[in-house]
């Protein structure tokens, strides 16, 4: 049943991530077309400003999503490592594997995002977050590969 339930979410964070994409190419796609916005007055410029700071701000969101999800994503494997088939627990570590670089790979994003914006109390927060994500990740998967190859060596 634990199994099942596992399955259950982790089908449904699989659609999220397809999701996300969307939404990632979206972001890249609005911050571009806020480039391209006039700025010939002095009023279209503090508006060209104003939306490209909103459209980079909710660019540095979306990835912040998926490395928060790939992380909690991180946890059910763990699960599956330690409460799964035990055959299978070099596909638990391999999955692991895909997460951290999910998380860092979103984390990059992030952190590429945040050199553009001017709010240094949100940028601040996020890259704080991003920190904690990122250690979180290598722990995560570097925990789970020293359980299983003790296991393996044994």
């Known amino acids: 049943e634990l199994m099942k339930h ?7 964070q699989q659609e999220l991530f397809v999701e996300y994409i969307d939404r990632d190419s ?9 480039f391209k916005l006039p ?21 540095a969101l979306v990835p912040m999503q998926v490395a928060r999800n790939a992380c909690e994503l991180m946890e059910i494997i763990a699960d599956v490592a330690r409460l799964g088939n035990q055959n299978a627990i070099t596909d638990a ?3 692991m594997m ?24 949100f940028v601040d927060e996020l890259k704080r977050e991003a920190d ?14 020293e359980v299983v190859n003790q296991e393996l060596n044994q």
């Open 6 to 12: 596992i399955s259950r979410l982790s089908i449904r």
């Open 26 to 34: 979206e972001a890249y796609d609005h911050v571009f077309g806020c």
């Open 39 to 59: 700025k010939s007055t002095d009023e279209e410029k503090a508006a060209r400003s104003a939306a490209i700071q909103e459209a980079t701000r909710f660019a």
């Open 93 to 95: 570590c391999v999955a």
């Open 98 to 121: 895909a997460a951290r670089s999910a998380v860092l790979g979103a984390l990059l994003n992030v952190r590429i995002n945040l050199g553009s914006l001017k709010d240094i109390t």
């Open 132 to 145: 904690h994500l990122e250690q979180l990740a290598c722990m995560r998967e570097k925990e789970l590969l």
